[in-house]
C-alpha cells in the first residue's frame, strides 16, 4: 500500500468498482437466468427422462384445471 492519499483513494475505488460489479453479476436476473438455462440444457441432455416426465405431469395438471373449471359448478 502507498502513503499517498489520493492512491490510497483510487486502490479502494476501484475495489469497490470490482465488488459492485461481482455483486450485480450474482444478482443480476438475466445472469441468473442464463445461468438457469444452462444447467437446465446440461441436465436435459444428460438425462432427459425425469424432464420429460416432469413436462407430462405438468400438462396433466393443467388440462385437469382447465376441464374442472369448464365442468365445475358455477
Known sequence: ???NPARRADELRAELE???NEIDNRLNPRVKGAELGRRVRSGYERNPVPYLIGAALATAVVVGLVAWAIAGED
Open 1 to 3: 500500500m502507498s502513503d
Open 18 to 20: 470490482a465488488t459492485l
